[in-house]
């Protein structure tokens, strides 16, 4: 109803079958249930259509009575009806043979004009009643004589009237299936060759529902007869060389999975099934081992519609004819693929065969693995299959026809020209683009073939071809390998040094910008950037020289400046290699705490000057007394660092005495040099005891600072720490403490006094 506003008239039928309500409620309340009945809408005012005799004479009245009436949605419904009714387009077909026996072109270009809005009315049945066998000829013939190109006439008819091009490959019993498929041929060509440059797209959609139910149908018919079936796929199980009749099933068979593309699934599925259930895969060999490229091609996208619907359905088969040791059909695809001519037969096939041998672990794609500055976190690695005839299945690929499929790879290792034909070149590309899925695919089995069969230094040999893709083909299968990151890949690419003849290649093109410079940049740019040390120490080790020549751009600039800062090692050195100067500029490891603590400049200039007095009080104390430890006058147990002052006591003591016993050996003997290292961790060592020290004497001293004066506490804390650094070769140590920490104890002893 909301496409009557489109139209002024229609704006106004409806506001009349509004007013014819609201009357009906007025004048019976009563009965408005019975009233308002669904017999309203038919009620409502259709516009007349009196079109004129369908006379040759008439023409020009009949298009331009069309053509008005077509502007309206309500026109073009009464227009349907009165054309169905009175079998109007039955009137006009006999003009178009009258119009060409007297060679009156304005009247054939009129019949055209007629004829295109009828079709495009979009009604299904003016459409499928003008495709029917006694209409079809005349509709199509009319439209021979389009007014656009008027000297030019089309041979419609004489292709439609041609019963040569039906062919029954097994007789269809059922008239009505018969039917069905003429109407489906008559109503393609129709959309695709005679309305194709006109159609708009109400009217495509129309022919598009009418093919796609026709097709439903017939291929409903076809899977529930089981006589048909059986007589179908009998003929390739009989012993009769006719092998023209086997050809046609092939192609018969083809445009059934053509068809079957288009439907619903579970119809597809059954309509497959029942394929595969009376011997799909024997017509599947047969056409991909026959002389023709169309039967080849024909099996080619048989197997591959059934691989793109359902490729578990094709794996059954497989496991089934293994179990029954028949002729395996990757072995027929590999066959295939290495004899095949026609490239785009070649691409099919491999497509196959990556199909079939996909282990279908769900998980590891590209928009599961998480990826850092776009690349892969090492490889997705395949899990365990859960499937067993899987396992076997990959194992008995890898033991008996992945020889066969690579096995031109396997013969470059003694070639030395390396000029190819198209075939062969186009071949290489295509198994080099297998291996590598197989690599990402299948670990276990690929490293074993890979090493057992030397596959990286055979490919290393295609960089040598002339032909720059077969050149790009290889680079980009080592770049495959490398972006795994595996250590196994990485020492072969190392042990068969493959990146020599790559920067060879690079140094060789480089003045160009070209694909394969731009892939063997992007490759090394890729290494420098996943800093991976292992290849890079290869590198600058065994073609420096290279890397000099094109030292020019910074990714190799940078390769070679990072093995010369780490000196070759994989681990990060810089830490051995600073200099005096630089460790005098680190940060002390006490940083964090000095940052807390807030730092006065006098009590800092303080505690850095030294006292002679109390240097030799210290020495007498150390002399006399063999102990540089200083006690407050009240002893405080502290449960943080009891055990640890004395056993502090006791180490303190003992090398108080070894320096009074000795002290001229002691400065005879000259000291071996230290290593930088050594020192500095010492050095750290020693700040960090002497620090804790300072702190445990504050805490004492300022919970004993009632019985002592200012002057004698700050003597004793001044004193202690001298005793404390005299046997570590008196080291000066700079400590920052708070003013609150400092001076807490003064603050309490000048409130008390």
């Known amino acids: ?425 186009s071949m290489f590309s295509y198994l080099i683009e297998i291996l590598s899925f197989f690599i990402r695919q299948h670990h276990r089995f690929s490293r074993y073939f890979v090493m057992n069969n030397n596959i990286v230094e055979r490919v290393v040999h295609l960089i040598k071809s002339p032909e720059k893709y077969l050149r790009l083909v290889a680079i980009r299968f080592f770049r495959c390998l490398i972006g795994l990151q595996e250590e196994f890949y990485i020492k072969q690419i190392m042990e068969k040094r493959v990146l020599g003849p790559i920067l060879d290649v690079l140094i060789a093109t480089m003045p160009r910008d070209n694909l394969l410079s731009s892939a063997c940049l992007e490759l090394f740019e890729y290494i420098k950037k996943e800093n991976m040390k292992d290849i890079v120490k290869h590198l600058v080790e065994n073609y420096r020289d290279r890397l000099a020549e094109l030292s020019y751009m910074s990714t190799f600039r940078e390769i070679v400046l990072r093995y010369d800062q780490t000196q070759g090692f994989t681990t990060e050195v810089e830490y051995f290699l600073e200099s005096e100067e630089d460790m005098t500029r680190r940060q002390p490891p006490n940083a964090r705490l000095m940052e807390h603590l807030t730092v006065d400049p006098q009590e800092e200039e303080y505690w850095e000057t030294s006292d002679p007095e109390d240097d030799n009080e210290d020495a007498q104390n150390a002399n006399s007394n063999g102990s540089t430890s200083s006690k407050p006058l009240v002893d405080y147990a502290s449960d943080e660092d009891g055990d640890d002052a004395a056993v502090e006591d006791d180490t303190m003591k003992d090398e108080a005495e070894k320096a009074a016993s000795s002290p001229k050996e002691a400065e005879s003997e000259t000291a071996p040099p230290e290593r930088i290292s050594e020192k500095r961790r010492r050095e750290e060592d020693e700040d960090e005891d002497e620090l804790g020290k300072l702190v445990a004497n504050k805490r004492r001293n300022s919970s004993s600072s009632e019985a002592n004066s200012t002057t004698s506490k700050s003597s004793q804390r001044r004193r202690s720490f001298s005793a404390g650094a005299g046997n570590a070769n008196h080291k000066k140590i700079a400590i920052s403490l708070s003013p609150a920490l400092k001076s807490g104890g003064d603050m309490r002893s000048d409130d008390e006094t």
């Open 1 to 425: 109803m909301a496409l009557s506003f489109q139209e002024a008239e229609g704006c106004a039928m409806i506001w009349r079958f509004v007013n014819n309500v609201q009357q009906t409620f007025h004048n019976n309340l009563a009965g408005a249930d019975d009233a308002l009945s669904d017999d309203l809408t038919v009620d409502m005012q259709q516009p007349s259509v009196n079109l004129p005799a369908a006379e040759l004479g008439h023409l020009h009245e009949i298009e331009t009575s069309m053509r008005i009436m077509s502007n309206t949605a309500n026109g073009r419904d009464a227009l349907a009806k009165f054309i169905m009714a009175d079998d109007y387009i039955g009137k006009l077909i006999p003009l178009v043979e009258m119009a060409e026996d007297l060679e009156s072109l304005p009247d054939l270009h009129r019949l055209c004009n007629i004829m295109k809005v009828i079709i495009l009315l979009n009604d299904t049945t003016i459409i499928e009643h003008a495709v029917s066998d006694e209409n079809v000829l005349g509709v199509v013939g009319a439209l021979e004589y389009d007014p656009d190109f008027p000297s030019h006439k089309a041979n419609h008819r004489h292709w439609l009237d041609n019963q040569g091009r039906y062919k029954e490959v097994v007789p269809i019993e059922d008239e009505a299936t018969r039917r069905k498929i003429h109407q489906t041929y008559r109503l393609q060509y129709l959309k695709d060759v005679v309305l194709a440059r006109i159609l708009d797209d109400p009217t495509f959609s129309v022919l598009n529902s009418l093919i796609f139910f026709n097709q439903v149908d017939i291929v409903q018919h076809l899977q529930s007869n089981g006589a048909f079936l059986n007589d179908l796929f009998g003929i390739f199980t009989t012993s009769s060389p006719d092998h023209k009749r086997k050809k046609e099933a092939v192609l018969f068979i083809q445009q059934c999975c053509a068809i079957a593309k288009t439907i619903q699934p579970p119809a597809r599925q059954s309509l497959y099934n029942n394929f595969i259930a009376h011997g799909l895969l024997q017509v599947i060999h047969f056409g991909l081992r026959h002389d023709d490229v169309a039967v080849r091609v024909g099996a080619t996208d048989i197997l591959v519609s059934i691989i793109d619907h359902d490729p578990q359905m094709i794996r059954q088969t497989i496991y089934r004819q293994m179990h029954e040791n028949q002729p395996s059909l990757t072995d027929s695809l590999i066959e295939l693929l290495l004899v095949e001519v026609d490239l785009g037969v070649k691409s099919q096939i491999s497509e196959a065969v990556k199909v079939i041998l996909d282990q279908g672990v769900q998980g590891h794609g590209p928009e599961v693995m998480a990826k850092v500055n776009g690349e892969f976190i090492g490889r997705p690695r395949p899990q365990q299959s859960a499937d067993p005839q899987q396992e076997l299945f990959l194992t008995r690929f890898y033991d008996r026809s992945a020889t066969k499929l690579f096995q031109p790879l396997l013969d470059l290792e003694n070639r030395t020209n390396m000029n190819f034909p198209v075939q062969q070149a």
